[in-house]
């Protein structure tokens, strides 16, 4: 047997059959429909197959959630082409354009795409993203950031970065006004954002009511906009910005007092005070933390 190579049989108990792998940690015998989960004594002495397992199961999970059969918001609006350094030029099909100065924000089916007029702007916006540092135990505040999937070079100098895009995230602005209710989560998820920018003692300078996108099916929130002015943190100025995008997107900001008291309040000294004052907000105004699904 070749090192590295794993090879595991599970019989099934009700009819000797093979298991197949199912879904979250489970083996199903394809025979009898037998339901069996593996325990910590299958993983002994086996932790190559313990990790290759997980990167199994991960792998699926990011399969069944980048179903963009799912997307229910989707409409191209037009195509834009841009002539590559080498090979077919690329096109961007794309619903919502977002013009910034020595660059251009493309909301593509699966993909967020920008197109920069030079090289120079292109690194200053990866070398932003770059300077996160997220806590050795996260398994999902990197989502509420940009993922690079691909560069491109531009026969023009210019370059292309392809950033993922999860099937229903769109700006927050396409939903709004929002309900106080399903405001409350955004704030929520602007909070997490701005507390990893403090954990990382950076501050992004640059979120607006277009660089908020979310997902209002699963409640996440992605930071896209413009990421080359991100600096070493020194001041407020993010969270200042997060209540003046909450207030522009938000249909009534008077209900609950308590929101409107937050929103017209000066922010706390940190994003972790901000955020507990926050939450004290979410347990007061809104009766604690509820999931209230949106309705379209």
């Known amino acids: 047997m070749e090192e590295g190579i794993v090879v595991v049989n599970y019989k099934c108990k009700n009819c000797g059959g093979q298991m197949n792998f199912g879904d979250a940690g ?44 799912n997307d229910l918001f989707w409409n191209s609006v037009g195509t834009e082409s841009f002539d590559l350094e080498e090979g077919q030029p690329l096109n961007v099909e794309y619903m919502k354009k977002f013009n910034y100065d ?6 593509a089916k699966e993909s967020v795409v920008y197109v920069f007029d030079n090289q120079k702007n292109a690194t200053l916006f990866l070398e932003g993203i770059n300077k996160l540092i997220f806590p050795a135990a996260d398994n999902k505040l990197h989502r509420s950031f940009p993922e690079l999937k691909a560069t491109f070079d531009l026969k023009s100098n210019g370059k292309v970065l392809v950033f993922k895009r999860r099937p229903n995230c769109y700006p927050a602005s396409m939903f709004s006004p929002w309900e106080s209710e399903d405001l409350a989560w955004v704030i929520s998820r602007m909070e997490n954002i701005c507390c990893e920018l403090n954990y990382s003692k950076k501050e992004h300078c640059g979120i607006t009511i277009d660089s908020i996108w979310v997902d209002p099916f699963l409640h996440e929130a992605i930071l896209f906009g413009d990421w080359r002015n991100i600096s070493d943190l020194q001041s407020k100025s993010d969270l200042v910005a997060l209540r003046k995008v909450a207030i522009a997107l938000a249909k009534d900001t008077m209900s609950p007092k308590e929101l409107y008291t937050f929103l017209n309040s000066e922010p706390e000294q940190d994003a972790y005070a901000d955020f507990k004052k926050w939450d004290d907000v979410i347990n007061k105004g809104f009766g604690g933390h509820n999931f209230k699904k949106m309705n379209f």
């Open 26 to 69: 489970s083996i199903i015998c394809p025979y009898c429909g037998s339901k069996s989960f593996f325990s910590d004594d299958d993983f002994k002495e086996n932790e190559i197959f313990r990790d290759k397992l997980l990167q199994y199961y991960k792998a699926k999970a990011e399969q069944k959630e980048l179903n963009y059969d």
């Open 102 to 107: 020595g660059m251009i924000c493309f909301l």
